[in-house]
């Protein structure tokens, strides 16, 4: 027996059993599920307001140390926030008790100005990859070492300098949910035309690149 | 598309799939609950999905890892990432459904989205935001895991 008659026999078994299920109806009146949005929302804003007062508060600390001429919010979402800065750098802030939609973060990046392939559940590299991550990021709390475990309760910042993108390189970005509950990232450089992905989290640290894992959850 | 309309005419078929995969009705009807209410918040984003319905039943089966894992924390229990066990409710039981609710959650994703959704390996791969050929291996696995548990399966295989 080959896979597709392996699979039909799942499929048409589970579409059976879901057959089973269509006197099952879902009682919830749509008046029920917009005001459990509203209350979502509410909460998310909340959220948000929080956030813009540490981002603010962060920024200024930030400009203070590194003598950024000035900032603007760019993109702000539950779980991470972009801020441009005079000097062309982009920082983004990183919210670890929310997931990444990583489609999105990856377009927001790029309206910044960086190439960046990230992916949730996978992550993609180049072998060999290109050199100058450290000149291309920077992070909060520092990197000690090619693994660095970020403490709890701490969201991490990453510090972009687009200007410092090799020619042909991107930088990926994977994140990854372990069943622990922990998140794991890897930011590596990789050959624009030729890289490849895996859905196996690296177990440590990729070459030439950094991996950092948080407890926040 | 409005979301009134997304949610008349999705949401029993929601419901349904996650039953599948939870086991327990009120349960069940609670994620799907809360996984539409998200959506009506990110409507305006998630009417251009090709696929919101995947959307909102990847959004309650992500809720219910959750939900178990910090039950898991509270009750102090070891163990490794499994589905919800099915609850005693009665309502759904059998091997076939046992065997869904031990795999991995992402094979169980994958199963559901491909299989009972009838997703392609694209639009299931961008969902997941892993590679298509990620898409298929996890499909394989989740068939053999399937097959092997339910002998009856490989004997219809076996007829055909």
């Known amino acids: 027996m080959n896979d597709d008659s392996a699979l039909g026999t799942v499929r048409d078994s589970l579409t059976a059993a879901k057959g089973t299920l269509s006197e099952a109806h879902m009682n919830t009146p749509l008046a029920a599920i917009v005001q459990r949005g509203r209350a979502a929302r509410r909460r998310r804003r909340l959220i948000g307001l929080t956030g813009t007062a540490v981002v603010a508060a962060s920024a200024a600390v930030v400009a203070g140390l590194t003598g950024f001429s000035g900032s603007a919010p760019g993109v702000q979402t539950a779980a991470f926030t972009l801020v441009s800065h005079a000097n062309r750098t982009v920082t983004l802030t990183i919210n670890p008790t929310e997931l990444v939609d990583a489609a999105a973060l990856q377009n927001d990046l790029k309206q910044y100005g960086i190439a960046a392939i990230v992916t949730s559940g996978s992550f993609c590299s180049s072998v060999p990859a290109p050199v100058g991550i450290s000149q291309v990021v920077s992070f909060y709390p520092k990197a000690t070492g090619p693994f660095t475990k970020i403490p709890r309760g701490v969201r991490p910042t990453i510090t972009f300098n687009p200007a410092a993108m090799p020619a042909g390189a991107e930088l990926s970005f994977g994140i990854f949910q372990h069943s622990s509950g922990e998140q794991q990232a890897d930011f590596v450089l990789v050959d624009s035309s030729s890289y490849s992905c895996s859905s196996t989290p690296p177990q440590g640290p990729p070459a030439s690149g950094v991996q950092f894992q948080d407890g926040s959850r | ?160």
């Open chain 2, 1 to 160: 598309m409005e979301f009134a309309e997304f949610y008349e005419s999705a949401r029993d078929d929601c419901l349904q799939v996650v039953l599948l995969n939870v086991g327990d009705r009120q349960l069940a009807e609670d994620l799907v609950a809360e996984a539409f209410a998200k959506a009506w918040v990110s409507w305006r984003k998630l009417r251009n999905y090709q696929a919101p319905r995947a959307w909102v039943v990847r959004a309650a089966l992500n809720a219910n890892v959750s939900r178990w894992r910090r039950h898991r924390r509270e009750v102090g229990l070891d163990g490794h990432d499994q589905a919800v066990p099915a609850a005693d409710s009665g309502v759904l039981s059998g091997e076939l459904l046992a065997a869904l609710r031990g795999l991995p959650l992402r094979q169980r994703e994958v199963v559901t989205l491909r299989l009972l959704l009838d997703l392609d390996t694209e639009t299931t791969a961008r969902l997941l935001g892993i590679a298509p050929g990620t898409v298929g291996v996890h499909l394989h696995r989740a068939a053999e895991t399937l097959r092997s548990a339910l002998p009856h399966l490989a004997d219809q295989e076996a007829r055909q």
